[in-house]
């Protein structure tokens, strides 16, 4: 019979167990539980004699490769510790856990120092993979099948968008795993982008009549609220209107750190220099008063610290009630339209498409491709190939229509 299996703490477990305690397998599939690399002991009898000897190994599927191999050698000799040669006596290849994989996934999507809001999304869909394989009741990856793939892309409920930014991570992870060999065949090569998820939709950003009525609404609200005035949101709106910040940025804006004079710092550039953009003085002068009262950041107003619910709470409450107020809309108004409206009134202006794309962190094809509406010297262009075209045709004198 092969030796009992258990994990014994360190003084330095990395999780914090006490130390000199013990865990088996079993404890350590519980929900919650934090994962250590504190060893694996082998105990048993073996030729008649007990004895706890360390596997040299932390995670448990190669923990009990050593112990098949103890058991095959019938012997604790430190020469039959570790499994076999494979030319004596084949043993099985190392199953990975889909805990491990997806975690070994998530260490390599931080390496590559991706946005925190684009790790957020890896988490997402790793949670949910993982949720899914302990409802089917699977511990290992290789139990995970084609048709499990089809279950699991099945039961996403996101838009159709959604579904293909996170079926492209399903196969990125997919792919993960056939490079180490922890996978044998592509499990989601079958798997396919929602129809109609590739097409490129315009961009819509805020009518300048849309704006007006926005700033009528910040007059409009009540200063009665908990927390917020009508000011605060207009001191939001024009923040994101000058800088083009996403939500995330303008509600975490911390003036200490990104207002220096009349720039605005934006972001690291691919460069790997600060790339900031000019604000008028008079919003400058309102940014500055809102520090006296508020603090370095500016737009939390008494509420939580917390990045995630303070755009929620932005988001969802503050501006949900503004955007209601200057209804009715034909197009639903969102945070992010400030964002493109930014793009919309430089291109407007005749600002290059690469000088844009510059600003917004983005690349002058995409701006290109989502804008082109709004781009002033395609607009010229037309228009003079409209000119030319027709220089040469006969005109027609004006005649009155009674």
């Not at 990975?96 to 684009?118: D, G, Y």
């Not at 107020?325 to 409206?341: C, D, I, M, S, V």
Request: proline share 5%; glycine share 6%; hydrophobic share 35%.
């Amino acid at each position: 019979m092969a030796p009992a299996l258990y994990r014994r703490h360190r003084r330095e477990c990395k999780a914090g167990h006490p130390e000199e305690s013990r865990t088996s397998e079993y404890d350590e599939r519980r929900k919650g539980w934090k994962r250590c690399e504190c060893p694996i002991i082998a105990s048993g009898t073996l030729q008649k004699r007990f004895r706890r000897q360390p596997t040299g190994r932390w995670e448990w599927d190669p923990a009990r490769g050593v112990a098949r191999a103890l058991e095959a050698a019938g012997s604790w000799s430190g020469t039959t510790a570790e499994p076999p040669s494979p030319l004596t006596s084949p043993v099985p290849p190392e199953r990975i856990t889909v805990v491990h994989a997806t975690e070994a996934f998530l260490a390599k999507c931080q390496n590559r120092s991706i946005q925190p809001s684009t790790l957020v999304k890896y988490k997402s869909f790793t949670r949910q993979l993982v949720s899914y394989a302990e409802s089917r009741g699977y511990v290992h990856l290789d139990q995970l099948t084609t048709t499990d793939m089809d279950r699991f892309y099945g039961s996403w409920v996101d838009g159709i968008r959604g579904r293909a930014k996170k079926l492209d991570r399903l196969k990125s992870f997919v792919k993960f795993c056939l490079k180490r060999k922890w996978l044998a065949e592509d499990i989601a090569s079958d798997l396919e982008a929602p129809a109609g998820s590739s097409i490129t939709l315009p961009k819509a950003p805020f009518t300048d009549e849309e704006l007006a009525r926005l700033h009528r609404a910040c007059d409009a609200l009540e200063t009665g609220r908990r927390n917020w005035t009508g000011e605060d949101a207009r001191d939001f709106i024009y923040l994101s209107l000058y800088t083009g910040l996403r939500i995330s940025d303008v509600a975490t804006f911390d003036i200490t750190r990104r207002l220096t004079g009349s720039d605005v710092f934006l972001r690291m550039h691919k460069t790997r220099q600060p790339l900031s953009t000019y604000i008028p003085t008079w919003l400058v002068d309102r940014l500055r008063a809102r520090e006296k009262i508020h603090g370095a950041l500016i737009f939390t107003a008494g509420t939580t610290l917390n990045a995630k619910q303070l755009c929620d709470i932005w988001r969802n409450k503050r501006l949900r009630t503004i955007f209601d107020l200057a209804g009715p809309w034909e197009e639903k108004p969102t945070p992010h339209r400030f964002r493109h409206t930014f793009v919309r009134i430089l291109l407007e202006k005749g600002v290059p498409v690469s000088d844009v794309a510059e600003l917004v962190g983005d690349t002058a094809d995409i701006v290109q491709k989502h804008y082109s509406r709004f781009v002033k010297t395609r607009q010229d262009r037309l228009t003079r190939i409209l000119q030319d075209a027709f220089q040469d045709r006969p005109t027609e004198k004006a005649v009155a229509i009674r």
